[in-house]
């Protein structure tokens, strides 16, 4: 069992170490050599878990859509706008984060390895039909349409926050982004109850569970 969970903690390691240099150098410069420094382990130990390169970008891809932080709510609209908001909050914060958004805007990692954004569409689309069941949101809303069309709002605000002269907010830009869409997707009665203000990351972060669960 110790040995297991020494190799469950090195192939983290060797992720997080990934995903920083990813961030760093982009995915076409980046090389095992830096990674290896990176996470202070052998070559042996990183090619245990990670056959290449490519691997090791599968790897980052494959941790990047998370819904940590993220607590039941009285409305699933909430839960989409909060998984939202803490990852407009985390991003700036971990690389690995960081990494799987480069290497999905990237053109020739996106070639090799495609992208996280079908699966954080899915994870979008299943809370807006659980809410449109629930009568959350107005009848003309798709789920899958408007699933892909916030995750590429919410990606075209986090790039062009980053490549203004002044960086922005990414948590601010996103909750304006809301502030905008969101009438045409929720019906009146539960607009009003929805908290898009840019702290309920930092509430939901400091917070239990139950006391960030609405009333």
């Avoid at 290896?36 to 990047?64: I, M, N, P, W």
């Avoid at 039909?129 to 069309?149: C, F, M």
């Avoid at 997707?185 to 669960?213: F, G, N, Y």
Wanted: hydrophobic share 45%.
């Amino acid at each position: 069992m110790a040995q297991q969970e020494r190799a469950i903690r090195t192939r983290q390691v060797i992720l997080e170490a990934a995903g920083m240099v990813f961030d760093e150098c982009g995915y076409e410069a980046a090389t095992i050599s830096q990674i290896l420094a990176r996470a202070d382990v052998t070559r042996g130990a990183l090619y245990f878990h990670f056959s290449s390169k490519e691997d090791l970008a599968r790897g980052v891809l494959g941790q990047a859509v998370t819904t940590e932080g993220v607590v039941p709510q009285q409305f699933k609209l909430q839960e989409l706008l909060d998984t939202s908001l803490l990852l407009a909050y985390r991003l700036p914060r971990e690389p690995m984060l960081r990494a799987s958004i480069r290497l999905s805007v990237d053109q020739r990692a996106r070639a090799l390895f495609g992208t996280s954004w079908p699966d954080w569409i899915t994870v979008g689309a299943e809370l807006l039909a659980d809410a449109k069941s629930r009568g959350e949101v107005l009848p003309h809303v798709d789920p899958q349409e408007t699933s892909r069309l916030l995750v590429g709002a919410w990606t075209g605000v986090q790039l062009v926050s980053e490549a203004v002269p002044e960086p922005t907010d990414l948590v601010r830009e996103i909750s304006l982004l809301y502030q905008l869409l969101l009438p045409n997707i929720a019906v009146p009665t539960v607009l009003a109850r929805l908290d898009i203000s840019p702290d309920r990351p930092l509430r939901l972060r400091s917070t239990t569970p139950e006391a960030a669960h609405q009333a």
